[in-house]
């Protein structure tokens, strides 16, 4: 019995825009040092269809192709690290299709029953990988910080930027 765990984190993917070699190393990686815990910190997704920012109507992706991708990616990582918990955080791009039923469907989004069928989790049917999704909290109606800890150490997708990044770092400890 070790005294320690090992814990690898990996964020800002943003299927399907993602660097295939980059994402076929860190697969490589976890398969080989095979991690108590993997953590999925936040925008593993792009969402770039639900975007509010000017899109380009060539980009061939699609709603659907980021969810296959998305999907084919964490069976992927399921498959190469078996035992380990996986937990995925909500980052400000998951964030985006509450945005889109918040500003297009108040009132769907508004419905538990509703929600509890459209969203991350759902979609990427995150039960059938136990993978643990780790949302915003309910009701706060926009996107803010999400993190787990490891011992003492917050891992996360973050709200806060400041100038210089030690000052974020520090102003979120101080937070935290």
């Keep these: 019995m070790t005294d320690h765990e090992i814990v690898v984190v990996a ?3 943003q299927i399907p825009f993602h660097d295939i070699r980059a994402v076929n ?3 490589k990686f976890v398969k080989d040092i095979q991690p108590d815990k993997v953590i999925l ?3 593993v997704l792009d969402f770039y269809e639900l975007s509010d920012f000017s899109r380009d109507p060539l980009t061939p992706a699609s709603f659907d192709t980021e969810i296959e991708q998305t ?3 964490l069976l992927d990582l399921r498959q190469k690290c078996k035992k380990a918990k996986i937990e995925f955080l909500e980052g400000n791009h998951e964030f985006r299709l509450k945005t889109y039923l918040f500003k297009n469907s108040s009132r769907l989004a ?3 029953i509703f929600r ?3 969203n991350v989790p759902q979609l990427l ?3 059938e ?5 780790i949302p915003v909290q309910v009701g706060t109606g926009r996107w803010a910080s999400v993190y787990t800890k490891v011992g003492d150490l917050y891992v996360g997708h973050f709200n806060a930027v400041k100038s210089w990044g030690g000052m974020t770092a520090k102003g979120l400890v101080d937070k935290l």
């Design 11 to 13: 964020n800002d993917l």
């Design 25 to 27: 190393l860190f697969l």
């Design 41 to 43: 910190a936040g925008d």
């Design 71 to 73: 999907r084919t990616f």
């Design 110 to 112: 508004g419905s538990k």
């Design 116 to 118: 509890d069928a459209i």
């Design 125 to 127: 049917k995150l039960s």
């Design 129 to 133: 990988l136990n993978i643990e999704y």
